[in-house]
């Protein structure tokens, strides 16, 4: 077996063993050999693939190359990509481990004999390689010699063939990480070498003596000492001097695209113009990574450098990056006030020339100090001898005025290069350009052009590159790629250490695209105020639209308070509207914040006058809907209550009713079932108590069951709630008398009651006499009512109602179908006869036709010819005469119409087409000023229609029509409530192929 480069990239970025993001791992290769390759061969993507998949020799002309390189060049090009690696790639805590196992592999690999001398083949400066039971018996490593020999070996030796055995090997052997463990030996990294040297750290805090040349050792991602943008000297006109010392390379160009602002900034440095630099913009825009770059060229021009990572306030972040001792045995460990004057203190007085660079200067929500309020940052940008290099997603900070807004990388009419930087992060997706580059153009529309989101949308679709369109499918609609794809980026957003810690989402290592999106886009950095609009725009529909009316007047919002998000790009602005980010919103939704903690936000900003109220208080007084608002501003405003009374759980049971009220009348079905059951539940979870408003339970109860009957789906659950309702109005009753309100709210759930058992019919006698009762009983009772008031038009109507569900019941009944038999407890109801049965069918006609009238004169009376009462009569009696005429006689039973000659039979077949025409009609122009509210009215009216015609043996091809059109409907409905119409749809199917 061999060591190979791709091994060994594997040990070097996880621990000894596992698996590793095949584009990250191209990367580390490039970049650890970029100096030995040409660099013809990194940019053929086969070649990097085979070295890394370890299946193919690496290329002789690039193994002389690295041979006959000058010694001296070669060894400081060695060393530091050594250093490099120490810094970027190999894990601090993993170093003694990962040596270790180099080593086992060295010890169990037969190719490499005593005699073979493992990296450099003689003396070169003060390194040398290995001999191989050298480096078997030694206690003691100096890591950046180590990695100098180890590189140089396995590139110049060239067979990585075995490499995948060798891999196969370590995942597989019993005793290696016992064997690991018992190597004792102690690892010198390059950081413990440069104690040695006269500039001791321990030396420097004294005013009078120099501070080391590397401040921090925090580790910079994403960057190197050879990654450096290029840009032309003539196409920016730069002085001469300063372009000759910028180096070419174009796998970085390929990574930033910032040649522009790094050219300028670097020019500002570097000619004295300016000392202080602030970059800002939204998060992954590629603040970082530029300030890197420009940190890695610049450094070596300071006395000494540093990077400090911002954690809430300077002095803290200062104290905590800059490891010094501060030579002072009084200092209290804690002291935090002590160190800061002592840093402070040298940094002022010493003269030589530093570089800092202070990452991520942003708001944490769980410090209460801004850092518009860091006293000691702002007095920094006034220090002597400093440049201080400021990365933010804040617009601006006191003391730092030369600022640079870092956009994204492109935009919708200016993509070319965000494609090029997504092949760049998925080049498996760029085999497949001819057929991808229309989804990948949609995927940098979808990252908002934003470079860090490119980044991870990119390597997220490394088990989809061949078909790119399904990934984009899945990340839009669920996010489930996001959530199960491990990926590795060189930008580490945990650095913010909230409360929250502990969280999954922090938990480094095992990184996912929608772990890192979510921290890229943490809510948590806004400040309380733009925390509440993120959330109030994140609980809005996807990709919900909001005109700058409704920002003010609904949400509640101040159009100044969101234009810093705006500018950032976590909501986006067009025309006269707003929306926010699908990832945005997709990453608050991964925050796992909860309503209550945003309502609490909500209460103060009202209090404190930073937001308005006033649609939860126009919701709880009942004044925000109005009779007299459109079709469409009626269905957004139910849109806007229901999102930001977060689904109602800020508001009470009755304020849950009156919305449930709105959404039925304005045909929101689902809406309306929600807000009902969401009021039945809290009423039946308090119904033991005393004080409960019985009448607004029965409300809830019943109108939920009425709204579950609109599908027959939802039939049975129909009918258990709609007996409950009934059992609460019989209680209300016996507790309060037959007053006309108690006795219309009876009369109503047996109304309905008796609707579902009629439409849910089969052979049980007992069910079919159970709905005459209920229906019969509701027909006396608003008999009654009517009687008792003949001037309101509303019992009429609901009179109507019940005639009208009478009436289907019998025409519904199969009497050919029924097993009659007697209840044999006396003392319960009596079960209907046949007879009984026959005679109420004959009596259909004159029900139904008296409901007609009834509902004619009151449409009349109101002036509205478009009545859904009318039309739902006509459809009624076109039903009875379609199943009186489609009725077979049996042995004991004749049919209704079965001695009607052809002429008779076809007026009827005329009046009941007739009846169907006319109720089509109706609901095609209420669909004309209410679209898709009257859908299922008019798909069940037509599929009457297609069934009549099939009567008509000459009429099949127009009844086939006629079923298509309702299909088409009914289809169109379960789009939008999937399973809901499957029945009604299954049975069309059924007639349409008899």
């Not at 420097?204 to 050792?217: A, G, W, Y």
């Amino acid at each position: 077996m061999y060591l190979c480069i791709g091994v060994l990239l594997t040990l070097m970025s996880q621990k000894y063993y596992g698996k590793r993001n095949y584009a990250y791992r191209k990367t580390v290769c490039a970049k650890t050999f970029q100096e030995f390759v040409a660099k013809r061969d990194f940019e053929d993507r086969g070649t990097v693939s085979h070295l890394l998949n370890c299946d193919c020799v690496v290329l002789k002309e690039a193994r002389e190359e690295c041979l006959d390189t000058n010694e001296d060049i070669l060894i400081d090009k060695l060393e530091k990509t050594s250093i490099e690696l120490q810094k970027s790639i190999l894990d601090k805590n993993q170093i003694q481990d990962f040596v270790s196992s180099v080593i086992y592999i060295i010890e169990h690999d037969r190719s490499i004999s005593s005699d073979i001398t493992i990296g450099l083949t003689q003396t070169v400066n003060m390194y040398s390689g290995y001999k191989r039971e050298e480096l078997l018996t030694t206690d003691c490593i100096d890591l950046t010699e180590f990695l100098i020999n180890i590189l140089f070996y396995v590139f110049t030796t060239g067979d990585n063939r075995l490499g995948k055995e060798t891999i196969t090997f370590l995942n597989t052997s019993v005793n290696l990480k016992s064997e690991i463990a018992q190597r004792h030996i102690k690892v010198i990294p390059y950081e413990m070498r440069s104690l040695d040297k006269s500039d001791k750290l321990n030396d420097c805090i004294c005013p009078n003596t120099i501070f080391p040349h590397k401040l921090t050792d925090y580790t910079v991602v994403g960057a190197s000492t050879n990654t450096i943008l290029y840009r032309e000297a003539e196409n920016y006109k730069l002085p001469k001097e300063l372009t000759n010392s910028m180096i070419i390379h174009s796998t970085s160009q390929k990574v930033l695209f910032r040649e522009k602002e790094f050219n300028n900034i670097t020019y500002d440095l570097r000619s004295n113009q300016v000392s202080n630099i602030f970059l800002h913009g939204m998060g992954g825009c590629g603040k970082t990574s530029l300030a890197s770059m420009i940190y890695f060229h610049l450094k070596d021009q300071y006395d000494c450098y540093g990077w400090i990572n911002y954690s809430g306030n300077i002095k803290q972040s200062m104290i905590s990056d800059i490891s010094i001792n501060y030579s002072d045995e009084t200092m209290i460990e804690n002291d935090a006030t002590k160190k800061w004057e002592t840093l402070k203190k040298a940094f002022k007085n010493s003269s030589q020339s530093k570089l800092l660079v202070i990452d991520n200067v942003d708001n944490i929500d769980s410090i209460n100090q801004h850092p518009r309020q860091d006293k000691e940052l702002i007095r920094m940008s006034s220090w002597n001898n400093i440049t201080i290099i400021i990365t933010s997603r804040l617009p601006e900070l006191p003391g730092y005025e030369t600022s640079y807004e870092i956009e994204n990388l492109g935009n919708a009419t200016d993509d070319k290069k965000c494609i090029e930087l997504f092949y760049h992060y998925s080049p498996e997706s760029e085999k497949y350009r001819s057929s991808n580059e229309e989804t990948v153009r949609t995927l940098c529309a979808l990252a908002g052009y934003n470079t860090m989101v490119i980044e991870l949308l990119a390597k997220g679709c490394y088990h989809s590159s061949h078909d790119l369109n399904k990934y984009y499918q899945r990340i839009k609609n669920n996010f489930s790629y996001a959530d199960d794809t491990l990926v590795e980026t060189n930008h580490d957003y945990t650095i913010l250490k909230t409360d929250k810690s502990d969280d999954e989402y922090y938990d480094i290592g095992n990184e996912t695209v929608a772990s890192q999106l979510y921290k890229l886009f943490n809510i948590k950095t806004r400040s309380p105020l733009q925390q509440l609009i993120l959330w109030d725009f994140h609980c809005l529909r996807e990709n919900e639209r909001v005109f700058t009316q409704e920002v003010t007047d609904w949400m509640g919002f101040n159009l100044k308070d969101i234009t810093p998000l705006v500018r950032e790009g976590w909501i986006k602005q067009t025309n006269d509207y707003f929306f926010i980010h699908p990832l945005v919103n997709q990453a608050i939704s991964c925050s796992k914040e909860t309503n209550s903690t945003y309502w609490d936000i909500k209460q103060e900003m009202i209090r404190e006058g930073k937001c308005l109220g006033g649609i939860i208080s126009s919701i709880t007084d009942n004044s925000f809907f109005n009779e007299s608002d459109s079709f469409e501003t009626s269905l957004r405003k139910l849109v806007f209550v229901d999102c930001l009374s977060y689904k109602g759980d800020i508001l009470s049971a009755n304020d849950w009713i009156n919305i449930a009220d709105f959404a039925r009348k304005r045909g929101n079905i689902n809406l309306g079932k929600y807000y009902y059951k969401k009021a039945h539940d809290y009423f039946s979870s308090v119904s033991s108590k005393n004080d409960i408003d019985m009448k607004q339970y029965w409300k809830c109860t019943y109108y939920y069951g009425y709204m579950l009957s609109y599908t027959k789906s939802g039939y049975k659950d129909a009918e258990l709630t709609l007996k409950e309702s009934l059992e609460l109005a019989e209680q209300i009753i016996e507790e309060e008398g037959n007053t006309d309100s108690n006795i219309l709210m009876l009369a109503t759930s047996l109304d309905h009651l008796g609707y579902i058992l009629s439409n849910s019919l089969n052979n049980d006698i007992l069910r079919i006499t159970l709905a005459d009762i209920y229906l019969n009983e509701a027909v006396n009772y608003r008999e009654i009512l009517c009687s008792a008031h003949p001037e309101h038009y509303r019992l009429l109507h609901d009179y109507a109602w019940s005639l009208d569900n009478l009436g289907a019941f019998y025409t519904n009944i199969d009497v050919s179908k029924v097993i009659f038999s007697k209840n044999t407890n006396p003392n319960d109801i009596t079960y209907l006869t046949m007879d009984e049965i026959l005679e109420n069918k004959r009596q259909t006609e004159k029900l139904l036709k008296t409901a007609l009238d009834i509902r004619i004169s009151l449409a009349n009376a109101r002036g509205n010819i478009d009545s859904t009462e009318v039309a739902w009569t006509y459809f009624n009696l076109a039903e009875l005469i379609y199943t009186n005429l489609n009725e077979k006689p049996t042995s004991n039973i004749m049919g209704i119409n079965h001695y009607l000659d052809t002429a008779m039979r076809q007026s009827k077949i005329q009046n009941a087409e007739m009846y169907i025409n006319n109720a089509i009609v109706i609901y095609q122009r209420l669909d004309q000023r209410f679209p898709g509210q009257h859908m299922s009215s008019e798909a069940r009216t037509t599929a009457l229609y297609g069934k009549l015609l099939m009567l008509c043996p000459e009429r099949h091809a127009e009844a086939l029509e006629q079923f298509d059109k309702a299909l088409t409907l009914y289809i169109t409905l379960d789009n939008d409530n999937p399973g809901m119409y499957k029945q009604e749809i299954h049975t069309l199917h059924i007639l349409y192929h008899l």
